[in-house]
Antibody
Framework: QVTLKESGPVLVRPTETLTLTCTVSGFSLNDGKMDVSWIRQPPGKALEWLAHIFSNDEESYRTSLKTRLTISKDISKSQVVLTLTNMDPADTATYYC??????????????????WGQGTLVTVSS | QSVLTQPPSVSGAPGQRVTISCTGSSSNIGAGYDVHWYQHLPGTAPKLLIYGNNNRPSGVPDRFSGSKSGTSASLAITGLQAEDEAEYYCQSYDSSVNVLYVFGTGTKVTVL
């Protein structure tokens, strides 16, 4: 059974750094066809992809947040960590850790999110 | 910012058929990238509903179906049930904006 569970602070002060940990089970972080992404949803708004760490350790980031974001993984702990620096009230959101699968359609590699964590609401406020 | 546009809401009576559109552009759906759909019930984790335009993961009822044409995609729900009341999002890849994976604006389905 695949599960992902986010953990981290529920309240962060402006300018602080947010560190979220995702602990996975049911699959391996060095599985060649399974990666992990972080996605967030501000209250009342749509989903936003933030970062993706591939099984080969390559990283991709939402460009507008690239200077503030870091994604990493610890295979031995089955954990993926996301850090977001210089937090702002606009970063208030539910943050989801998501398993990212892909397939070759013959034209492109297509990525989608097949398992989601329950999410953790992070509020940025002084 | 969302680059995939969905209607804010759709509604239908139990048993009816509803469809949700997802309109993109030549840099995402129109470029040939596939579309995936998610169901989000309040207070729960989003759930993969359709991947690769029209494929259902194991456990998803065949009442849900997807299609894609040109720069748009659609999700259809036939035999609408009360448990289908949720927010639905489409997702694809975009080669032009600085976001690898783009989501739709979201559609709230209400069962009357």
């Amino acid at each position: 059974q695949v599960t992902l569970k986010e953990s981290g602070p529920v309240l962060v002060r402006p300018t602080e750094t947010l560190t979220l940990t995702c602990t996975v089970s049911g699959f391996s972080l060095n599985d060649g066809k399974m990666d992990v992404s972080w996605i967030r949803q501000p209250p009342g708004k749509a989903l936003e992809w933030l970062a993706h760490i591939f099984s080969n350790d390559e990283e991709s980031y939402r460009t507008s947040l690239k200077t503030r974001l870091t994604i990493s993984k610890d295979i031995s702990k089955s954990q993926v960590v996301l850090t977001l620096t210089n937090m702002d009230p606009a970063d208030t959101a539910t943050y989801y850790c998501v398993r990212t699968a892909y397939y070759d359609s013959g034209t492109y590699y297509n990525y989608y999110f097949d398992y989601w964590g329950q999410g953790t609401l992070v509020t940025v406020s002084s | 910012q969302s680059v995939l546009t969905q209607p804010p809401s759709v509604s239908g009576a139990p048993g009816q058929r509803v469809t949700i559109s997802c309109t993109g552009s030549s840099s995402n759906i129109g470029a040939g990238y596939d579309v995936h759909w998610y169901q989000h019930l309040p207070g729960t984790a989003p759930k993969l509903l359709i991947y690769g335009n029209n494929n259902r993961p194991s456990g998803v009822p065949d009442r849900f179906s997807g299609s894609k044409s040109g720069t748009s995609a659609s999700l259809a729900i036939t035999g609408l049930q009360a448990e289908d009341e949720a927010e639905y999002y489409c997702q694809s890849y975009d080669s032009s904006v600085n976001v690898l994976y783009v989501f739709g604006t979201g559609t709230k389905v209400t069962v009357l």
